[in-house]
Structure formats: structure tokens, C-alpha cells
């Protein structure tokens, strides 16, 4: 056999595993409750709907469904969403700033490839989702990291950055953030720091990867305005490239997502995407369109959003309840996560081992970090797990907590 780690090429050399992925095989185990996947409640994914929408397309439009589609999407999904932009979210747009993705991961490759050459810098908020990370790590990009406050990335900070490299000469590309319920901390970005980013996006001239699979999803509180909407209402940069997937509000098991932005950026993802996969599947984007004509979008989203608060509050609660002094941890308006902060000198890393002997599993804060810092964190998903689940778990993860305390003394 050849040689695998010298006959492969740099960008899958480059490319390690994703840290939950290799969780989740360690926590699938029976008996074990798992806060660490960040996956939707499959009780509440519309089968009937599904069923009944195959059937129908079957019947209306076969041979659009079955055949090969255009790569930047098929007219009917984008009609749809064009509408659901302007009632939603108050964004005009038009055919061709969208183009159709096989959902949000096969946008961030996109991305990375259409911006990334080897050692780039790519700015990334400190925490951020571990997915986007690894695609642009596999460009062989190198992160400068901005901390997150509970309002979202600092952009005193981001200034600071945006600042020192442009004073090197540093060919930054773009900024990537993930503004609405953050993976993994659950975090949103004020109104406030949205109108900064993008007014440093114009001075520094930087893109702005505005990644938001869980804006939907929110269950309490106002939504600040999306910053493409920001963008063209106030300073139109068009430096803002915005992600949707159906992943967390329909069934990430569709692949189906959408990038919004200016068309000339949509051209270029034309041409990445015809070498990636000539076209997102025809049937998925008809089912979709579907969904959003039909109106049962709307209805779906309110159970969805009622269900995940039942859970993030009981989860609160649970917290609240058993977990010691020195913990503290955020309460998301919205997503699928909430993210937990030990004392300075734990190590959740080091504590993984611990609480999955007490059958309770979760993601490591660390693995979040470009740099690897953020050891005394970690990410708890509760969109999952039953209500009685989150209860138990938490009460097995104080558990955890309590003996590495009693042990550090
Ligand atoms: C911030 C973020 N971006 C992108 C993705 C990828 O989602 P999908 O490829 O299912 O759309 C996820 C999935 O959890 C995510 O949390």
C-alpha cells in the first residue's frame, strides 16, 4: 500500500479529526447520558410532512426531482426563500445573490477555498465552531483569535487585530463568526457590535462570514437584525456573506442550505461548486420549497422553539440545582447549547474520563479554541436529550465536578 502520510496531498494532511466526531463514537455507549452531539430532537422531525410532499412532487414534478438540477439551485426553492428573506428578515433579494448548498458545511469548504491560500490569516472568535475551524485549517489558514463576551465577539479587540496586521502587511481574508446562539457558547451578538463589525468590515476591508444555522430558533428575547440586513440598509459594503441551512429548523438529513451575498461572490461559488457536486439533490430543494410555501415552516419552527425552551430551562434549572460553587454557565435565548466555565484551575479536558464514569458525556471547551486554550470550559447540547435526561445528566456531571474539587484540595 502506498504511503498515506507522505502520498496524500498537504490539505487532507493538514485536515485532523474533528474532536466530536471521535467523542461521539466514546459516548454512544448504552447508558451513558450525552450532553456532546449538537443534534436536533428526531422526535420532532416532520415525517408525515416529508411523506406527503415526496408523494405529491412524485406526482407534479418527477422528473425535475430525479434529474440533475442547476448548481446554484433550482427556481422554485429559490422563489420560495426569497420570500421568507423579505417576510422574516426584511432582506431584499435577488436569483442571483443565492445560491443552493448541501447544507452550511458545504458552505464553509466553499468558503475556505474561495478565500484561502496557505498561511492566511482568518480571523475567528474564541470560542468557535469546531466544524469551520477544521475546513479552513485544511486551507492551511492560520487563525488570530478574538475573545467572546457575553455580547458577542470583542471588537475593541477585533480593531486591535484588524490593526496589527494590516500594519504587517498580512493578507487577512475574512472575519468568520457565527452571531445568533452561538456554537458553542450559545452567545448572540448585540445590535450594537453588529454595526461595528460592519463598519471594521469597510475600514479594513475584511468579508464577514455571517454563519447562523440557529437564528430561527429563538425562543426568548428580540432578535438583533441580521448583519447582511444591517449591511444593506445602512452601509452597503456587500463585504457580508450570509449562511442559512434547513439543518436545525427542517432535518440536517436533507444536506440542504443557502448562501446570500453579492453576485459576483456567488459566480466564484458557481464555478467551486461544480467541481464539488454539480448540483445540491433536486428532490431535497423541491421538498424544501415545500416546506416554506405550504406555510407548515412557520407552524414547525413553534414546536421546535417550544420544546428546546422546556429543555434549556430544565437543564438552568438543573444547574442551579446541583452544581457547586464556582460554576457558571450562560442562558441562551435560542439555539441547541449552552456553554459551562469551571474554576480557572479545573481542567474539563482532564475531567472527560471522570464524568464518563458517571455515564454523563460532553464536549471539551478546548477543542473550540483555535489556540487550544479554554480548558476549564465546555459545551453542553440540550436540544437531544428528554427533559428527565438533562436532569439526571447534570446531576452526574456535578457529581463529576464535586469529586475533582474534593480531590484538588
Ligand atoms: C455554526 C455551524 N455552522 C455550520 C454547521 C453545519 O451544519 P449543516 O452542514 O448541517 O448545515 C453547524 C452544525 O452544527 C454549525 O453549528
Same mark, same amino acid.
Given at each position: ?145 478574538? &475573545?467572546? /463576551?457575553?455580547?458577542?465577539? =470583542? ?6 487585530? +484588524?490593526?496589527? $496586521?494590516? *500594519?504587517? #502587511? ?97 459566480? &466564484?461559488? /458557481?464555478?467551486?461548486?461544480? =467541481? ?6 433536486? +428532490?431535497?430543494? $423541491?421538498? *424544501?420549497? #415545500? ?119
Amino acid at each position: 500500500m502506498i504511503d498515506i502520510t507522505k502520498n496524500i496531498a498537504t490539505a487532507p494532511r493538514r485536515t485532523k479529526a474533528s474532536v466530536i466526531r471521535e467523542l461521539l463514537k466514546i459516548t454512544n455507549k448504552p447508558g451513558v447520558i450525552s450532553f456532546a452531539g449538537g443534534l436536533p430532537d428526531p422526535q420532532h422531525f416532520p415525517y408525515d410532512f416529508v411523506a406527503n410532499s415526496v408523494k405529491e412532487i412524485m406526482a407534479k414534478q418527477g422528473r425535475v426531482a430525479l434529474q440533475y438540477g442547476p448548481t446554484d439551485g433550482l427556481p422554485e426553492l429559490k422563489e420560495e426563500f426569497i420570500k421568507f428573506l423579505q417576510k422574516h428578515e426584511g432582506i431584499t433579494a435577488k436569483p442571483e445573490n443565492l445560491i443552493v448548498t448541501t447544507a452550511s458545511q458545504q458552505a464553509l469548504d466553499m468558503v475556505g477555498r474561495l478565500f484561502i491560500d496557505a498561511s492566511d490569516p482568518v480571523i475567528v472568535e474564541k470560542p468557535s465552531y469546531m466544524g469551520g475551524l477544521q475546513v479552513f485549517k485544511s486551507y492551511g489558514c492560520e487563525f488570530v483569535g478574538v &475573545k467572546l /463576551e457575553d455580547d458577542g465577539i =470583542s471588537t475593541e479587540e477585533l480593531e486591535e487585530k +484588524l490593526l496589527w $496586521l494590516r *500594519a504587517q #502587511d498580512e493578507h487577512y481574508k475574512f472575519l468568520y463568526l457565527v452571531p445568533d446562539f452561538q456554537n458553542p457558547s450559545g452567545v448572540t451578538l448585540s445590535q450594537e457590535k453588529r454595526k461595528k463589525v460592519i463598519e471594521l468590515s469597510e475600514k479594513y476591508n475584511v468579508a464577514v462570514i455571517e454563519d447562523s444555522p440557529y437564528r430561527q430558533i429563538r425562543f426568548e428575547g428580540k432578535a438583533p437584525e441580521m448583519l447582511y440586513r444591517l449591511d444593506q440598509n445602512s452601509r452597503k459594503t456587500d463585504n457580508i456573506i450570509s449562511l442559512f441551512t434547513f439543518s436545525k429548523t427542517f432535518a440536517p438529513g436533507l444536506r440542504l442550505g443557502i448562501i446570500l451575498a453579492h453576485p459576483q461572490i456567488i459566480k &466564484k461559488m /458557481e464555478i467551486l461548486k461544480q =467541481s464539488l457536486d454539480l448540483c445540491t439533490s433536486s +428532490l431535497n430543494q $423541491l421538498i *424544501a420549497a #415545500d416546506f416554506l410555501r405550504s406555510g407548515f415552516f412557520e407552524k414547525h419552527i413553534e414546536v421546535i422553539k417550544k420544546t428546546y425552551k422546556l429543555k434549556k430551562d430544565t437543564m438552568v434549572a438543573a444547574l442551579e440545582k446541583y452544581m457547586p460553587e464556582g460554576v457558571t454557565w450562560t442562558k441562551p435565548e435560542g439555539g441547541l447549547f449552552l456553554w459551562v466555565r469551571l474554576p480557572e484551575s479545573m481542567s474539563a479536558d482532564e475531567m472527560f474520563a471522570d464524568a464518563l464514569k458517571e455515564n454523563v458525556a460532553y464536549v471539551i471547551g478546548s477543542a473550540f479554541h483555535s489556540d487550544g486554550s479554554g480548558k476549564n470550559t465546555m459545551r453542553l447540547n440540550f436540544s437531544y436529550p428528554t427533559p428527565e435526561d438533562i436532569d439526571e445528566g447534570i446531576k452526574r456531571l456535578a457529581t463529576a465536578v464535586k469529586k475533582r474539587m474534593v480531590a484538588a484540595k
